[in-house]
């Protein structure tokens, strides 16, 4: 394919680490966000860096709040807005790129058919992110965990880079359902204030991820959906993992994920700077479901009404132990 004009609908943490690394490697990179990113990143230009060492800055970024200036002559649109803003943006899409083709960097596994909803006959693709970034400071984005862009089969342009590398695979739907699982424990870690890190070494912590993880799958498995494998662990045994006793589990999840010692989850971040979660996306996606079935997942709800009372009082992550969690 030739050489994409690329536009990042949506410039939250994971749309500009991704922009940038693109725009550092070359790409013509523009982006698309919120008028307040748009006055951080004229003013202290993008700084991308992670847990393996990483550190660029990229002065002179093409910013934008304005849809058709950002998006005019986009022929590759890669969305990662929040969930709830999907529909909006695939209507500014088609109002102004409607020959791109689309990916959606989003979590959750419904953005991708609302995209075609709106873009009918357009190249829309799922893809899923792996690594979570958080913001450091105003333009300044840090990816705190490992792990390759998976797209939807197809043709892409090539985007890899040393710093980023894109795989296309034939089981995304799949691939989604085993990401939201993992993606459950965001909630968790919003709760809880702590870096992932320190949370996996407490047991506690662990047996009520697990727990959480555990409804879900029995939820996935009455809806004859079977989630990909996203770490060295099949979905099915992580719970058992998470279960283990602590020394045991330090030797098998070294093996499973490189994760930097401060990383927290988007969900956390999105508590601190006062921002709406995507907890429908992930848990209300467990609860949907279970819902359709006439079936209960009762851990899974008490993380979303946490979350949305975060949300509702607007002081960031609560702080919670396990015991307040579980009720």
Do not use: Y
Not at 238 to 251: E, G, Q, S, W
């Amino acid at each position: 394919m030739s050489v994409p004009r690329i536009t990042i609908a949506g410039a939250g943490n994971i749309g500009c680490f991704v922009g940038g690394v693109l725009a550092h490697a070359g790409f013509d990179v523009r982006f698309l966000t919120r008028l307040q990113q748009v006055a951080a990143l004229e003013q202290h230009g993008l700084r991308l860096s992670d847990f393996a060492g990483l550190d660029l800055h990229l002065r002179d970024v093409a910013v934008t709040d304005d849809a058709g200036v950002a998006l005019d002559g986009a022929t590759l649109v890669l969305v990662s807005v929040k969930s709830g803003d999907t529909e909006a943006m695939a209507r500014l899409i088609a109002a102004h790129a409607p020959a791109a083709q689309v990916i959606s960097l989003q979590n959750g596994v419904a953005n991708a058919s609302t995209l075609r909803t709106v873009l009918t006959g357009a190249d829309v693709r799922a893809a899923t992110v792996p690594f979570n970034v958080v913001t450091k400071a105003p333009g300044h984005f840090h990816r705190a965990s490992s792990g390759d862009i998976l797209v939807e089969a197809g043709p892409i342009a090539d985007l890899s880079h040393a710093h980023m590398a894109w795989r296309s695979v034939q089981n995304i739907e799949a691939i989604q359902w085993g990401k939201l699982l993992l993606n459950l424990g965001n909630a968790v870690n919003a709760l809880a204030d702590l870096p992932l890190l320190e949370q996996l070494q407490d047991r506690a912590w662990r047996r009520l991820l697990a727990d959480q993880m555990s409804e879900a799958l029995r939820i996935l498995r009455a809806a004859g959906i079977t989630p990909a494998k996203t770490t060295s662990a099949p979905p099915g045994l992580i719970p058992h993992i998470l279960r283990l006793p602590t020394p045991l589990f330090r030797v098998i999840a070294a093996s499973m994920l490189t994760i930097d010692a401060q990383a927290r989850s988007s969900m956390w971040d999105d508590l601190k700077q006062g921002r709406k979660t995507e907890v429908d996306a992930l848990q209300g996606a467990i609860l949907h479901l279970a819902d359709r079935l006439g079936r209960q997942a009762p851990l899974n709800a008490r993380m979303r009404s946490l979350i949305r009372a975060a949300e509702a009082a607007g002081e960031g992550p609560p702080g919670l132990s396990p015991r307040d969690i579980r009720g």
